[in-house]
C-alpha cells in the first residue's frame, strides 16, 4: 500500500496519504514534516530543528545522507527518493491541443462573416423558384437552366466553405508549430541549467531536474536556487528573497540563526552547502506554482488582472501570487506571463500598419456591397419598372448573398493576415538557426531589435578575451619578475606565504584539473581569476591541494567573499598559537591602500609608506597594466591570541596589511574578435567596453580589439570620473551631461554595476543625434541584472554568467564568444528585412486585388476576380509568400549598411516605389483584359453573365494572369533596397524556390481542372503563354522601376512609422493611448486573423500597456518617472549594499513610472 501511495504522491502531492504509511521507505522523513518544516522562518524553523531533529546533520542522518560526502550515487536510491519525495519538475502548463488552435482560428471576424455567406448561400442554391414565374422576375436566372448548371449553384458556397477550412487549418498548424518550437526552446534552456551537488564526495554539475532530496548542494554567489533546502554551512551568506516574500532587502543566511533556503530566491553574495529537503511542486516555489495551476482556468483571469499591475504592487498585494516573480515557474510562466520586454519596435510598427490597411479594407468592402446592391435595384426595379414578387425572393436573396459575399471577398483581400504570420515564421526560422550560431534566443522579439542596434556595451572578460587567465609577471621580495620566476630564486617565507594565501583564501569549488586530452591545456574550473593565481602555484612547483586539505572549508574561521563593491575577498583562519590570521587578495590600486609594510626580499616586514605606494604604481602597476594584464595584490595580517578583533566592522580587520606580492595576470584577447568588432564597426554600430579593470589594463585590451583606433576623439573613463561629471551638485544625474559624455566614450573602467546601468539608461533615453540609439549590452554576473533588463537586448554569458544574469537576459551565447553577437546582428537585420520584402510584395497584392474587385464590381456588377480565386491568392500572397520570403538566409551584405533605428518606417521610399510601380502594371494588365482581352484572344466576353452561368475562358484569363504576375512579383519582391539582380543568391533558399514552382503547379491544376469550384474554364496553350508572357513582363518591369531615382520622387510617402511619441506631452500621450486602444477595439470588431497572430507572439500584452512602455514611447513617460530615478540614485550612492536593488526594483523607473495600474 506504502507503495502505492508514494507514487501517487509524485503528481499530486496528498500528505494524508503519507501519514499511514510507516516512516516512508525507511528514510526518517515524511514528505508532509518536510513540507511543514520548510513553512518556517528564522527562530522557529531553528527551534523546530533542534526539537526534531536535534540539528542539520541530524536532518541528514534522517535523510540518510553524509553533509560532507552527499549522497552515494547510486541509481536506485535516488529514484527511491524521487518515488517518494517527487522529482525536481513543475509539469507546465498543458499546451493547447490542435483542435482548441483550429477552433481559435475559426473565431476570427471575417472568417465567420464568410461562413454564414457561404452557408445562405448553399441553402439558396437548393431552393429552385418554380419555371413558370421565372420569367416574371426578369432575366435574373436567365440562361441557368441548361445542360443542368443550376444544379451546380451549390460549388460555389461548399468552395468557399472548402477554402475556410484550408485556411483555418494552415493557421492552427502553424500556430501548433510555433508552440512546439517554443516549448522545445524552453526544454533547452531547461537543461541548460545545472547545479553543483555533492555526491561521494566529488563535486558534480547535475541538470536541475536530476536534483533529489537529501542532495548535498553547494550555493554560491549569482545562483538561482532550484529546491528548499537547510543551510549546513555558509560563508557570509545573502539571498534575495523578493520573489518569494516582496522584500527586496537581502537576507542574511546563517546555519546558526536563519538556516532555511527556498526555492526561486537569489544568491547575491557569500557561499555555502546546503541540504535539500524539498523539490518539485512541494518546494516553497511548487507550491504556489500548483496553488496558481490548481484553480486553473478561473485563477487564469484573475492572475491576468494581477500581472497588470505594476510588479512590485502585485507582490506586496498578494505574497503568494508573487512568486510569479520566481524563476522556477516563470519558465513554464513565460508563456502566459507578460513579457519581460514590452512589444518589440517591428511590432509596434506592424500593428499601426495593420490597423490602417485593415480600416481601409472594410470601407472599401463596405461600399463595393453599398454600390452593388444599389446598382441592382436601380436597374431591377427602377429602369425595367418591375415589382417584388413574393415568389421571385428567393432568387434576389441570391443576389444580395453574391454581393455580399464579394464585398467579403475585397475585405478578405485587403486584410494582410499573412504579416503576423511572417513575423512568426521569420522570427521562428531565425531563432532555430541562431542556436546553431550560438545563440539561445530566450525572447522571440529580441532576435528582430538586435538588427536595429546601433550601440553594444560589452564586458571584457571572457566576452572579448579567451577568459582563460594566466599569471604571466609578478613582483615579489622587491623584484620584478616578467615571467614566472624559479620557485629556487624565493625565500621559502615568501614561497610559503603565497601558497597559503592562493590555495586558501579562494572558492574551495575553484581548482585546476588536468587536461582531458593528450597536449590540451589543464582545465580551470569555478572563478577564473582564482585559476589563474592557482595556476601560479603550480608554475612554482607547488600544489594547493594539500594545504586545502590541511584546512578543510568549515575550518575557515570567517570569509569576506568577493562583490562589487569590495572587489576583493578575505579568508580569516585560526593559527595553532591561538591568534587569527588573514589572507587578502583583490584589486591591486583598493588593496594597496590597505597596506602598512611589505616583505622584503628577505621575507622580512618593511614600512610601506603612501610614496612607496606611488612609487609601486608608477614602476610597477602601470606598466604591467599597459601590456593588458590585470593586476592582484596578495596581502596578509596576523592578529595575535589576545586581540580578537570585531569580525564585523569590516573595514578594520581589513586594514594594516602586510604586501606579500603582485601579480598580473594576463588574458588574452580571442583571435576573432577584432575582426568582429570591425564588422561592426563598418556596420554603424558602435562598440564600448564596460569594465571592473584598471583603466590602463582596458585601454591597452581595447586598443588590442580595435574598439579604440590611433587618431580618434574617445573618451576612457573610471566609473568616479564619469560619475563626477554626469552628476550636478546634489549627486542627480542629468541626461545633458550624460549626453556630452555617451557619444566619445569607448571604454569605461573600475565600473560598478550602477554605472553600468547609468551608462545603458542613458544612451537609450538620449535625443541627441538623428536617432534613437538602440543598446545591446552582455553580462556575467549577478551585479549585470540590471543593466541587462534595462537594454534593448540583454547577451548573458551561457558559460561563465550566473543563473541570475540569464535570467535578466534576451539571449545567451552559448559559446561567450563576442563574434556571436555580431551574427545575431546579422539575423537580427535579416527578419526585418524579410518583412519588408513580406510587406513589399503583400501591399501590391493587395492594392491590386482590391481595386480590381472595387472598379469590377462597379462596371460589371461582378468581381473578374471570384471569391474562391480571391481566397486562393489570399492563400499564395500570405500563408506561401511569408514562408517564401520569411526565409531568406542572411548575407554579409546586411553588415555594410548602417542600422534602420527606433523611428525608421517600415516601407521605405524605394519600397513605395516599387509598390506603386507593380500595382500600375498589373492594373493596366488586368484593365486591358477586362475590358477589351474578348477582342484579343477572340473569344466570348465574360461580362454582365447572369447567375449561376458556366465559367467563362474571359475571366479565367484574368484570374490566371493576375496569378503569374504575382509569383514573378514574388521574386522581384526579394530586393528592397533597389538591387538589379532579382536572382541573386536565389538558390541558397530551397523553400523560396519550392514554394514557386508548387505555387505555379497547384495553378495548372486549378485552371485546367477547377470548373465549376474556381469559376475556371480550361485554357488553350496559346492563352497559357501569353498569360506566362505577360508575368515574365513584371521581371523586365522592375529593372525599369529599379532605374528611376527614388530621389526624384518627392511625393511618395513613407508608411508604417513606429509610434513617434517622443515630441508629446503627457495629455497627448493619453489621448494616443485611446486612440490606439480604441483602434484596437475596433480591430476586434472589424476584422482580422491578424491580431490573434500578434497576440500570440506577445501573449496577453494589451496595447495599451505596450504603448506605455514601450521603447519608442519612453520620452514622454520618463518625464514624469524621472522623479523615481533620482529618488534611486541618492539611495544608491547612501547604500551601496543596496545599489543593485534599487535598479532591480521592478518599480524602479524603468518600470511602469509611478506604478499605475494598467488598464
Not at 482580422?1088 to 519608442?1112: C, D, P, Y
Request: glycine residues 8%; charged residues 25%.
Amino acid at each position: 500500500m506504502g507503495d502505492m501511495a508514494n507514487s501517487s504522491i509524485e503528481f499530486h502531492p496528498k500528505p494524508q496519504q503519507q501519514r499511514d504509511a510507516p516512516h516512508a521507505g525507511g528514510f526518517g522523513c515524511t514528505l508532509a514534516e518536510l513540507r511543514a518544516l520548510m513553512e518556517l522562518r528564522g527562530a522557529e524553523a531553528l527551534q523546530k530543528i533542534e526539537e526534531a531533529y536535534g540539528d542539520v546533520s541530524g536532518l541528514c542522518r534522517r535523510l540518510r545522507t553524509s553533509p560532507t560526502e552527499g549522497l552515494a550515487d547510486n541509481t536506485n536510491d535516488l529514484e527511491k527518493r524521487r518515488q517518494i519525495y517527487g522529482q525536481n519538475f513543475i509539469p507546465p502548463k498543458q499546451p493547447k491541443t490542435f483542435l482548441q488552435l483550429v477552433w481559435e482560428a475559426l473565431q476570427d471576424v471575417t472568417l465567420i462573416i464568410l461562413e454564414v455567406a457561404a452557408i445562405v448561400s448553399l441553402g439558396l442554391s437548393f431552393y429552385a423558384p418554380p419555371g413558370e414565374e421565372s420569367e416574371a422576375c426578369g432575366n435574373v436566372s436567365g440562361g441557368t437552366e441548361d445542360e443542368g448548371e443550376a444544379e451546380a449553384g451549390w460549388i460555389e458556397g461548399a468552395a468557399i466553405l472548402l477554402s475556410v477550412i484550408c485556411v483555418v487549418l494552415v493557421t492552427a498548424f502553424n500556430d501548433w508549430s510555433k508552440e512546439k518550437q517554443f516549448r522545445g526552446l524552453q526544454s533547452r534552456i531547461e537543461q541548460e541549467q545545472k547545479f553543483t551537488v555533492i555526491r561521494n564526495g566529488q563535486l558534480l554539475q547535475v541538470p536541475v531536474a536530476a536534483l533529489v532530496v537529501g542532495d548535498i548542494a553547494q550555493v554560491k554567489y549569482g545562483d538561482l536556487l532550484p529546491a528548499d533546502g537547510v543551510l549546513i554551512q555558509a560563508n557570509d551568506l545573502k539571498i534575495d528573497e523578493s520573489s518569494l516574500t516582496g522584500e527586496s532587502d537581502h537576507v542574511r543566511k546563517s546555519a546558526d540563526k536563519d538556516p532555511m533556503l527556498l526555492s526561486g530566491t537569489h544568491v547575491m553574495e557569500g557561499s555555502g552547502r546546503m541540504v535539500v529537503t524539498a523539490v518539485g511542486v512541494n518546494s516553497q516555489t511548487g507550491i504556489i506554482f500548483t496553488l496558481l495551476g490548481a484553480g486553473g482556468e478561473e485563477e487564469e483571469k484573475k492572475d491576468k488582472k494581477a500581472k497588470k499591475q505594476d510588479g512590485a504592487v502585485a507582490m506586496e498585494m498578494q505574497p503568494l501570487k508573487s512568486a510569479e516573480g520566481g524563476e522556477m515557474e516563470e519558465r513554464e510562466k513565460k508563456k502566459a506571463n507578460a513579457p519581460k520586454k514590452e512589444k518589440s519596435v517591428l511590432q509596434g510598427k506592424l500593428t499601426k500598419l495593420a490597423v490602417q490597411i485593415g480600416k481601409a479594407g472594410l470601407v472599401m468592402s463596405a461600399i463595393t456591397v453599398i454600390i452593388l446592391v444599389l446598382y441592382f435595384v436601380i436597374e431591377t426595379f427602377v429602369l425595367e419598372g418591375r415589382t417584388w414578387l413574393a415568389e421571385c425572393t428567393p432568387v434576389y436573396v441570391q443576389y444580395f448573398v453574391k454581393f455580399f459575399i464579394i464585398g467579403v471577398t475585397v475585405l478578405v483581400v485587403a486584410v494582410p493576415e499573412g504579416l503576423p504570420l511572417a513575423v512568426t515564421i521569420s522570427l521562428a526560422y531565425s531563432v532555430k538557426k541562431m542556436m546553431k550560431d550560438n545563440n539561445l534566443v530566450r525572447h522571440l522579439d529580441a532576435c528582430e531589435t538586435m538588427g536595429n542596434a546601433t550601440a553594444i556595451c560589452s564586458d571584457k572578460t571572457g566576452t572579448l578575451t579567451t577568459n582563460r587567465m594566466t599569471v604571466v609577471q609578478s613582483y615579489l621580495g622587491d623584484t620584478h619578475y616578467k615571467e614566472i620566476p624559479a620557485p629556487s630564486a624565493l625565500t621559502p617565507k615568501i614561497l610559503d606565504l603565497l601558497v597559503h594565501a592562493i590555495s586558501i583564501n579562494s572558492a574551495y569549488t575553484t581548482k585546476i584539473l588536468p587536461p582531458e586530452k593528450e597536449g590540451a591545456l589543464p582545465r580551470q574550473v569555478g572563478n577564473k581569476t582564482e585559476c589563474a593565481l592557482l595556476g601560479f602555484v603550480l608554475d612554482l612547483k607547488r600544489d594547493f591541494q594539500p594545504v586545502r586539505e590541511q584546512i578543510p572549508e568549515d575550518k575557515l574561521y570567517k570569509v569576506y567573499t568577493f562583490n562589487s563593491v569590495r572587489k576583493s575577498m578575505s579568508t580569516v583562519i585560526r593559527m595553532p598559537d591561538g591568534g587569527f590570521r588573514l589572507f587578502s587578495k583583490g584589486a591591486s590600486e583598493i588593496l594597496l591602500k590597505k597596506c602598512t609594510n611589505i616583505l622584503n626580499s628577505n621575507g622580512e616586514l618593511r614600512g610601506f609608506r603612501p610614496r612607496d605606494r606611488d612609487d609601486m604604481v608608477r614602476k610597477i602597476i602601470e606598466p604591467m597594466a599597459c601590456d593588458g594584464l590585470r593586476t592582484i595584490c596578495i596581502a596578509y595580517r596576523d592578529f595575535s591570541a589576545g586581540q580578537e578583533p570585531d569580525w564585523d566592522n569590516e573595514n578594520e580587520v581589513v586594514g594594516d596589511l602586510t604586501c606579500i606580492a603582485v601579480v598580473g595576470i594576463e588574458d588574452p584577447v580571442r583571435p576573432e574578435v577584432p575582426e568582429a568588432i570591425r564588422k561592426c564597426q563598418r556596420a554603424g554600430i558602435t562598440v564600448r567596453m564596460v569594465t571592473g579593470d584598471n583603466i590602463n589594463t582596458a585601454r591597452a585590451i581595447a586598443a588590442k580589439c580595435g574598439i579604440i583606433q590611433p587618431g580618434e576623439d574617445f573618451l576612457c573613463l573610471e566609473g568616479k570620473e564619469f560619475n563626477r561629471r554626469i552628476r550636478n551638485e546634489k549627486g542627480e544625474i542629468e541626461q545633458e551631461r550624460l549626453d556630452k559624455v555617451w557619444p566619445k566614450l569607448r571604454v569605461l573602467a573600475r565600473s560598478s554595476p550602477t554605472d553600468k546601468h547609468t551608462l545603458v539608461k542613458g544612451i537609450i533615453d538620449s535625443t541627441t543625434g538623428e536617432q534613437r540609439q538602440v543598446v545591446a549590452v552582455t553580462g556575467d554576473g549577478t551585479n549585470d541584472g540590471p543593466a541587462l533588463k534595462k537594454a534593448d537586448v540583454g547577451f548573458a554569458m551561457g558559460i561563465a554568467g550566473t543563473d541570475v544574469a540569464k535570467e535578466a537576459s534576451d539571449i545567451i551565447l552559448t559559446d561567450d564568444n563576442f563574434t556571436s553577437i555580431v551574427k545575431a546582428v546579422m539575423w537580427g537585420r535579416n527578419v526585418y528585412d524579410s518583412i519588408s520584402k513580406f510587406l513589399q510584395f503583400q501591399l501590391t497584392v493587395n492594392v491590386v486585388a482590391v481595386i480590381v474587385a472595387f472598379t469590377g464590381a462597379c462596371i460589371t456588377q461582378d468581381s473578374p476576380l471570384k471569391a474562391v480565386q480571391m481566397l486562393w491568392v489570399n492563400l499564395i500572397m500570405d500563408t506561401f509568400a511569408s514562408l517564401a520570403l520569411a526565409t531568406e538566409p542572411p548575407t554579409e551584405s546586411l553588415l555594410l549598411r548602417k542600422p534602420y533605428g527606433r523611428d525608421k518606417p517600415l516601407i521605405s521610399r524605394t519600397m513605395m516605389k516599387n509598390i506603386l510601380g507593380h500595382a500600375v502594371y498589373q492594373l493596366a494588365i488586368i484593365f486591358t483584359l477586362l475590358f477589351v482581352g474578348e477582342l484579343f484572344f477572340d473569344i466570348d466576353s465574360g461580362r454582365n453573365a447572369p447567375l449561376h452561368s458556366p465559367p467563362s475562358e474571359h475571366y479565367t484569363i484574368i484570374f490566371n494572369t493576375f496569378v503569374m504576375m504575382q509569383l514573378f512579383n514574388e521574386i522581384n519582391a526579394r530586393k528592397i533596397h533597389g538591387e538589379r539582380n532579382v536572382f541573386d543568391g536565389i538558390f541558397s533558399n530551397p523553400i523560396f524556390c519550392t514554394i514557386v514552382l508548387g505555387t505555379f503547379g497547384i495553378q495548372i491544376v486549378i485552371v485546367q481542372f477547377g470548373g465549376k469550384p474556381f469559376s475556371c474554364s480550361p485554357l488553350s496553350t496559346e492563352q497559357w503563354l501569353w498569360c506566362l508572357f505577360v508575368g515574365v513582363g513584371e521581371l523586365v518591369w522592375g529593372q525599369v522601376i529599379a532605374t528611376i531615382p527614388t530621389s526624384q520622387l518627392k511625393c511618395l510617402k513613407e508608411a508604417g512609422h513606429g509610434p513617434g511619441k517622443d515630441e508629446m506631452t503627457d495629455e497627448e500621450l493619453a489621448e494616443g493611448e485611446e486612440e490606439i486602444d480604441h483602434a484596437e477595439r475596433e480591430l476586434r470588431r472589424g476584422q482580422i486573423l491578424w491580431f490573434r497572430g500578434l497576440n500570440r507572439i506577445q501573449t496577453q500584452m494589451e496595447v495599451v500597456s505596450t504603448f506605455k512602455r514601450s521603447g519608442s514611447v519612453q520620452g514622454a513617460v520618463r518625464r514624469r518617472s524621472s522623479v523615481l530615478s533620482q529618488l534611486h540614485d541618492v539611495t544608491n550612492l547612501s547604500t551601496p549594499t543596496h545599489a543593485i536593488l534599487s535598479a532591480a526594483n521592478p518599480t524602479s523607473a524603468a518600470g511602469n513610472p509611478g506604478g499605475e495600474s494598467v488598464p
